[in-house]
């Protein structure tokens, strides 16, 4: 039950990011176009959702934040995902001095206060290395391998000890003593094995990478106006609560339901 509600949640975030370019078709709007004269205007048949404080449709921005912030969720959490279960996998693997090292490699990283570290790099001047600012793919990717140099401590851990529990069952040996390669028992008996923990992180870790992309945008180190997420349009409603206060619960309901629908889709996964 949780698992379809979860994945229902995301399936509609994921449809209506889809349906954005189609949306602004329909509705006759530039979700990225100024328009002064319609500042704060409250929900109407011409803005289904009303306009923000350029008078940018709101609905047609929250279409187009999905897209953004599911994006960076989504990659960040399945590039940690990735990295961490190849480090957790050679640690458990080969033991010894490459064990210890990586692991306290991860306890360093998970000694230091992530949000403030997070706010130094994303603050970084990335342009040399040909991520410059202001460009949604650019400002996306660099998101992107910001928090995967984070997200990966956890899953590592994770896949490291799941992976030292597989390799000592009596088939693991079995397998090994028949002949089977290190690369063989490796992949067919050990991640195989791994798989459900590692999806449950995972899908925690989309949830995390959100949350983490919506606070850097929000405050102005994340996705650059004029592209639209989350974050940055709730960093743009932050003085409007009362006097337009639609311009911040849409964003903060999506940012809501897509970590609802994550955390729901874990505990399915768990359970």
């Excluded at 693997?93 to 992530?114: E, H, Q, S, T």
């Excluded at 919506?214 to 009362?242: E, K, R, T």
Aim: proline residues 5%; hydrophobic residues 60%.
């Amino acid at each position: 039950m949780r698992l379809a509600l979860g994945l229902t949640l995301l399936g509609l975030l994921a449809l209506a990011a889809l349906l954005a370019p189609l949306a602004e078709g329909w509705l006759g709007h530039d979700p990225f176009t100024p328009d002064l004269f319609k500042r704060h205007a409250p929900a109407s048949a011409e803005h289904l959702l009303g306009t923000d404080d350029l008078g940018r449709d709101l609905l047609l921005r929250l279409l187009h934040g999905a897209r953004v912030s599911l994006a960076v969720g989504v990659a960040t959490a399945l590039a940690a995902a990735l990295l961490g279960t190849v480090i957790g996998l050679l640690a458990a693997w080969r033991g010894g001095v490459l064990d210890a090292a990586l692991m306290r490699l991860a306890d360093g990283m998970l000694a230091l206060p992530a949000l403030p570290v997070l706010v130094v790099l994303a603050a970084a001047d990335t342009g040399r290395i040909g991520l410059p600012r202001g460009e949604p793919l650019s400002d996306i990717l660099r998101i992107v391998a910001i928090l995967t140099v984070f997200g990966w401590v956890g899953v590592a851990r994770l896949a490291r000890a799941a992976a030292l529990s597989v390799l000592a069952r009596d088939y693991v040996r079995a397998a090994r003593a028949l002949g089977a390669s290190e690369a063989r028992v490796l992949l067919r008996h050990v991640v195989p094995n791994i798989a459900g923990p590692i999806a449950v992180a995972t899908a925690l870790a989309v949830a995390g990478a959100i949350l983490a992309e919506s606070a850097l945008s929000f405050l102005g180190l994340g996705i650059a106006p004029p592209a639209a997420s989350w974050g940055n349009m709730l960093a743009n409603a932050q003085d409007l609560v009362f006097s337009a206060p639609w311009a911040a619960v849409w964003p903060g309901l999506a940012i809501l339901m897509a970590v609802a629908g994550c955390t729901l889709v874990a505990d399915g996964l768990r359970r």
